[in-house]
Protein backbone atom coordinates (compact mmCIF):
# COMPACT_ATOMS: atom_id res chain seq x y z
CA UNK A 1 0.00 0.00 0.00
CA UNK A 2 3.01 2.14 0.00
CA UNK A 3 2.69 3.48 -3.07
CA UNK A 4 -0.79 4.61 -2.94
CA UNK A 5 0.27 6.60 0.16
CA UNK A 6 3.34 8.17 -1.66
CA UNK A 7 0.69 9.10 -4.71
CA UNK A 8 -1.96 10.70 -2.32
CA UNK A 9 0.59 12.18 -0.27
CA UNK A 10 0.76 14.78 -3.18
CA UNK A 11 -2.56 15.46 -4.05
CA UNK A 12 -5.29 17.37 -2.23
CA UNK A 13 -8.77 16.75 -1.49
CA UNK A 14 -10.14 18.52 -4.64
CA UNK A 15 -8.36 16.12 -6.24
CA UNK A 16 -9.29 13.23 -4.21
CA UNK A 17 -12.85 14.67 -5.04
CA UNK A 18 -12.19 14.42 -8.72
CA UNK A 19 -11.08 10.66 -8.49
CA UNK A 20 -14.17 9.69 -6.73
CA UNK A 21 -16.45 11.64 -8.92
CA UNK A 22 -15.00 10.63 -12.82
CA UNK A 23 -13.67 7.36 -11.36
CA UNK A 24 -15.48 4.25 -11.51
CA UNK A 25 -16.02 0.89 -9.40
CA UNK A 26 -15.42 -2.28 -10.99
CA UNK A 27 -14.81 -5.70 -9.82
CA UNK A 28 -12.81 -8.08 -11.91
CA UNK A 29 -13.70 -11.33 -11.38
CA UNK A 30 -10.75 -14.04 -10.66
CA UNK A 31 -8.10 -15.23 -13.63
CA UNK A 32 -9.54 -11.86 -15.67
CA UNK A 33 -6.99 -9.74 -17.35
CA UNK A 34 -7.20 -5.68 -16.44
CA UNK A 35 -4.03 -4.85 -18.72
CA UNK A 36 -3.37 -7.30 -21.88
CA UNK A 37 0.33 -6.50 -22.75
CA UNK A 38 0.50 -4.93 -26.14
CA UNK A 39 -2.77 -3.38 -25.80
CA UNK A 40 -3.79 0.10 -25.57
CA UNK A 41 -5.49 0.56 -21.76
CA UNK A 42 -8.20 3.26 -21.79
CA UNK A 43 -7.75 4.06 -17.39
CA UNK A 44 -5.36 4.19 -15.19
CA UNK A 45 -6.45 1.71 -12.22
CA UNK A 46 -6.53 2.03 -7.84
CA UNK A 47 -6.52 -1.55 -6.51
CA UNK A 48 -9.61 -1.08 -3.57
CA UNK A 49 -9.12 -5.01 -3.16
CA UNK A 50 -8.15 -8.18 -3.97
CA UNK A 51 -4.69 -9.07 -5.70
CA UNK A 52 -3.23 -8.94 -9.04
CA UNK A 53 -0.26 -11.08 -11.01
CA UNK A 54 2.00 -8.73 -13.28
CA UNK A 55 3.27 -11.27 -15.81
CA UNK A 56 4.46 -11.05 -19.16
CA UNK A 57 2.79 -13.55 -21.62
CA UNK A 58 5.37 -13.55 -24.47
CA UNK A 59 7.96 -14.80 -22.28
CA UNK A 60 6.22 -17.62 -20.66
CA UNK A 61 3.80 -15.66 -18.72
CA UNK A 62 6.84 -15.23 -16.17
CA UNK A 63 5.21 -13.01 -13.40
CA UNK A 64 7.26 -10.47 -12.63
CA UNK A 65 5.41 -8.92 -9.31
CA UNK A 66 2.19 -8.97 -7.72
CA UNK A 67 -0.21 -6.42 -7.02
CA UNK A 68 -2.14 -6.09 -4.38
CA UNK A 69 -4.57 -3.13 -2.30
CA UNK A 70 -3.13 0.77 -2.71
CA UNK A 71 -1.83 -0.04 -5.73
CA UNK A 72 -1.95 1.86 -8.90
CA UNK A 73 -1.54 -0.18 -12.28
CA UNK A 74 -1.40 1.46 -15.83
CA UNK A 75 0.67 4.38 -14.95
CA UNK A 76 3.54 3.91 -17.37
CA UNK A 77 1.37 3.50 -19.98
CA UNK A 78 -0.52 6.00 -19.24
CA UNK A 79 2.89 8.06 -19.02
CA UNK A 80 4.15 7.08 -22.10
CA UNK A 81 1.10 6.00 -23.90
CA UNK A 82 2.88 3.04 -25.49
CA UNK A 83 0.99 -0.43 -25.41
CA UNK A 84 2.00 -2.50 -21.83
CA UNK A 85 5.09 -4.90 -21.63
CA UNK A 86 3.14 -7.00 -19.48
CA UNK A 87 0.04 -8.45 -18.38
CA UNK A 88 -2.14 -7.71 -15.21
CA UNK A 89 -4.38 -10.86 -13.60
CA UNK A 90 -6.60 -10.95 -11.59
CA UNK A 91 -5.36 -13.99 -8.96
CA UNK A 92 -9.52 -13.36 -6.72
CA UNK A 93 -11.87 -11.33 -7.03
CA UNK A 94 -10.48 -8.08 -7.34
CA UNK A 95 -12.31 -4.34 -7.27
CA UNK A 96 -10.94 -1.17 -8.93
CA UNK A 97 -11.35 2.25 -9.01
CA UNK A 98 -10.92 3.13 -12.63
CA UNK A 99 -10.03 6.53 -13.77
CA UNK A 100 -10.77 6.79 -17.47
CA UNK A 101 -7.28 8.30 -19.52
CA UNK A 102 -9.75 10.61 -21.66
CA UNK A 103 -11.17 12.52 -18.78
CA UNK A 104 -7.65 12.52 -16.62
CA UNK A 105 -5.81 13.36 -19.60
CA UNK A 106 -8.43 16.22 -20.17
CA UNK A 107 -8.23 17.32 -16.43
CA UNK A 108 -4.54 17.48 -16.63
CA UNK A 109 -4.70 19.91 -19.60
CA UNK A 110 -6.92 22.20 -18.17
CA UNK A 111 -6.09 22.09 -14.70
CA UNK A 112 -2.43 22.89 -14.50
CA UNK A 113 -2.06 22.68 -10.50
CA UNK A 114 -3.53 19.33 -11.09
CA UNK A 115 -1.39 18.46 -13.28
CA UNK A 116 1.75 19.26 -11.40
CA UNK A 117 0.59 17.09 -8.46
CA UNK A 118 -0.58 14.43 -10.11
CA UNK A 119 2.80 13.90 -12.24
CA UNK A 120 4.52 14.40 -8.93
CA UNK A 121 2.64 11.58 -7.76
CA UNK A 122 3.20 9.37 -10.27
CA UNK A 123 7.19 10.05 -10.31
CA UNK A 124 7.06 9.11 -6.59
CA UNK A 125 5.70 5.90 -7.23
CA UNK A 126 8.14 5.05 -10.25
CA UNK A 127 11.26 5.82 -8.35
CA UNK A 128 9.94 3.74 -5.19
CA UNK A 129 9.43 1.01 -7.86
CA UNK A 130 12.56 1.59 -9.51
CA UNK A 131 14.60 1.52 -6.04
CA UNK A 132 13.16 -1.75 -5.10
CA UNK A 133 13.89 -3.35 -9.03
CA UNK A 134 17.36 -2.09 -8.36
CA UNK A 135 17.93 -3.78 -4.95
CA UNK A 136 16.18 -7.00 -5.87
CA UNK A 137 18.57 -7.10 -8.77
CA UNK A 138 21.41 -6.86 -6.06
CA UNK A 139 22.78 -3.77 -7.60
CA UNK A 140 24.13 -1.04 -4.58
CA UNK A 141 23.51 -2.03 -1.34
CA UNK A 142 20.50 -4.73 0.24
CA UNK A 143 17.36 -2.76 0.88
CA UNK A 144 17.84 -3.00 4.71
CA UNK A 145 21.32 -1.76 4.88
CA UNK A 146 20.73 1.34 2.43
CA UNK A 147 17.47 1.73 4.49
CA UNK A 148 20.01 2.14 7.46
CA UNK A 149 22.94 4.25 5.71
CA UNK A 150 20.00 6.57 4.60
CA UNK A 151 17.83 6.53 8.13
CA UNK A 152 15.01 5.73 6.22
CA UNK A 153 12.18 8.41 5.85
CA UNK A 154 12.17 11.99 7.32
CA UNK A 155 9.60 12.80 9.59
CA UNK A 156 7.95 15.04 7.44
CA UNK A 157 7.63 12.22 4.95
CA UNK A 158 6.08 9.90 7.71
CA UNK A 159 3.66 12.92 8.24
CA UNK A 160 3.04 12.91 4.79
CA UNK A 161 2.18 9.22 4.49
CA UNK A 162 0.30 9.36 7.17
CA UNK A 163 -1.66 12.37 5.69
CA UNK A 164 -1.96 10.23 2.71
CA UNK A 165 -3.47 7.08 4.63
CA UNK A 166 -6.27 8.86 6.15
CA UNK A 167 -6.91 10.60 2.14
CA UNK A 168 -6.93 6.97 0.80
CA UNK A 169 -8.97 5.79 3.47
CA UNK A 170 -10.94 8.91 2.55
CA UNK A 171 -11.20 8.09 -1.13
CA UNK A 172 -12.09 4.42 -0.44
CA UNK A 173 -15.07 5.32 2.28
CA UNK A 174 -16.72 8.15 -0.44
CA UNK A 175 -16.30 5.46 -3.57
CA UNK A 176 -18.21 2.94 -2.22
CA UNK A 177 -20.75 5.54 -0.86
CA UNK A 178 -21.11 7.34 -4.15
CA UNK A 179 -21.64 4.26 -5.98
CA UNK A 180 -24.46 3.08 -3.69
Known sequence: MKKILLFFSELNNNDLDWFVQKG??????????LIREGQVSEALYIV?????SVVIESQNKQELAKISVGE?????SFIDTRPPLASVRSLEECVVLSIPRIQLLAKLQQDTN????????ICLCLSDRLRGTVSRLGYGYELD??????????QTMVSNLELAEAK??????????ARK
Not at 72 to 76: D, K, L, N, R
Open 24 to 33: KKETIPPDRF
Open 48 to 52: VSGSF
Open 72 to 76: IVGEV
Open 114 to 121: FSSRFYRA
Open 145 to 154: ELEARLGGFN
Open 168 to 177: FNWLLKNMVE
